[in-house]
């Protein structure tokens, strides 16, 4: 029931503040562009379009949530509230990941890629460890440019080496880099097991991060340790 409370509470909250507007009218744009590029370009030019915008919406936007959630005091109820760190976690992963795959089913569909379920799976991948490093960034900064400032080491970490893959300039064994799996799902193409194997380990190391980064940023609001 808490769950379902703060999944739906997120999504209150992301449709208050215009998630959901800007990433229709993201959507019409992203569209637009796929079809007016040469058919053969079109699941490529899907595939960079997904992966660096829908599936990694939690990396660009986890920063504002959390600092208006701190603006209101939010943190101080979660702290003394029954709510877990994981149901936290959880909604946010979970409602930030809705959104990511509508918009991807609406590219990919644009695009008629082949594979849809591989795209919409890695798309849900890659967004849930997109926002569990944002989590894990965001309970620790006090304002957006230093929010930014922390996530520009993981945008070069993680998109120059996914785009390098993408057109297969890198070598044979970085097929094997999560975030490079992660790619090759949101292209539509099966990933290997051990591929998926190395994804899961990271989402459960990232989860168990970013649990222990939130019980630290509300066991210390206000200032004091609680």
């Not at 999944?7 to 637009?32: R, S």
């Not at 939690?58 to 149901?87: D, N, W, Y």
């Not at 946010?92 to 609406?106: D, E, F, M, Q, Y």
């Not at 400032?149 to 993408?166: G, K, M, R």
């Amino acid at each position: 029931m808490r769950l379902r409370s703060l999944f739906l509470w997120d999504m209150h909250f992301q449709a208050k503040y215009g998630f959901y507007f800007l990433y229709a009218v993201l959507t019409i744009i992203y569209a637009i562009a796929i079809f007016a590029v040469p058919e053969d370009w079109k699941e490529k030019t899907a595939a960079i379009l997904i992966f660096s915008d829908p599936a990694s919406m939690g990396l660009f936007f986890m920063g504002a949530i959390v600092l208006l959630e701190k603006s209101q005091h939010t943190p101080c109820a979660f702290a003394v509230s029954p709510v877990r760190p994981t149901e936290y976690i959880v909604a946010k992963v979970g409602s930030l990941s809705a959104i990511s795959l509508v918009v991807a089913t609406a590219l990919a569909l644009a695009a008629s890629v082949t594979n849809l379920y591989i795209v919409l799976l890695g798309t849900i991948i890659s967004s849930a460890i997109f926002t569990l490093l944002a989590i894990i960034v965001a309970t620790k900064i006090v304002s957006l440019n230093q929010f930014i400032l922390w996530t520009i080491p993981i945008e070069i970490v993680c998109f120059v080496p996914a785009l390098l893959h993408l057109f297969k300039i890198t070598p044979a064994w970085l097929q094997y880099y999560p975030i490079n799996v992660c790619m090759e799902m949101v292209s539509g193409h099966a990933p290997s097991v051990i591929g998926i194997f190395i994804v899961i380990a990271l989402i459960a190391i990232l989860f168990v991060l970013s649990k222990f980064c939130v019980l630290k940023m509300w066991s210390s609001m206000g200032g004091v340790k609680l």
